[in-house]
């Protein structure tokens, strides 16, 4: 469903020539159409050699796992030195490290397929929730629908003044707002340092969601 918004206008006279400034809002509501989350890997060890292994062996299973039917990016790491303190005294205990990805999906089969690794008992994964959103294929094409139905909203307002002025209305400017629209994604971690097939992952509810678009115009009639 698509609608069309306009609130009020600031209009300046003069002599010679009248401009009205207006806002013109169009919105579609659409149905996401596909699943994103991010997970990561943490794992202690004596040496940054095994925890480097260790994600190494992680990101050849993603890459085997990865089709047409899922997207996943990522594979930054850290390792960072951990220690203890008694009395003063600095003791290092070992290496802690971590390594995230970020997948993009439509069957959530594909999803489980790629967490599907065994973890060792010094390695914990955790995991974000699943969110249905728009894809950019999705929403780019939305866009154009929205900014050519501004357009056309725009051209049936110059001809309104031309009618209510009696004059010669022409369009000065379009300029168009862009929004960003972010909602956070809650962490949702696991603590048990088991293996990832003791885990299982849901596919979320789709609900509806809606797609603004507005621009700023003025139009001139003199």
Excluded at 37 to 60: G, M, Q
Excluded at 114 to 133: R, V, Y
Aim: charged share 25%; aromatic share 8%; proline share 3%.
């Amino acid at each position: 469903m698509k609608k069309l918004i306009l609130t009020s206008a600031l209009i300046a006279i003069s002599a010679s020539a009248t401009v009205i400034v207006d806002e013109i809002q169009a919105s579609k509501s659409v149905y996401p159409d596909i699943m994103v989350t991010s997970f990561s890997v943490t794992k202690k060890s004596k040496t940054p050699n095994e925890i480097l292994a260790s994600f190494r062996n992680i990101h050849e299973h993603i890459q085997y796992e990865k089709t047409k039917a899922i997207k996943c990016e990522g594979g930054q790491h850290y390792i960072t030195p951990e220690y203890s303190y008694d009395k003063g005294i600095r003791t290092q205990l070992g290496y802690s490290g971590s390594v995230s990805y970020r997948c993009e999906f439509k069957k959530i089969d594909a999803f489980n397929d790629i967490i599907n690794f065994k973890l060792k008992t010094d390695e914990a994964i955790s995991l974000n929730p699943i969110n249905w959103e728009v894809s950019n294929t999705q929403n780019d094409k939305i866009q154009v629908e929205l900014e050519n139905e501004i357009y056309q909203k725009t051209f049936q307002k110059q001809q309104n003044l031309s009618n209510i002025f009696n004059k010669a209305c022409i369009i000065k400017e379009i300029n168009f707002v862009t929004n960003i629209d972010l909602q956070p994604m809650p962490r949702m971690m696991t603590s048990k340092m088991a293996s990832s097939d003791m885990m299982e992952s849901f596919e979320p509810t789709k609900d509806e969601q809606t797609i603004t678009k507005k621009a700023y115009v003025a139009i001139e009639c003199k």
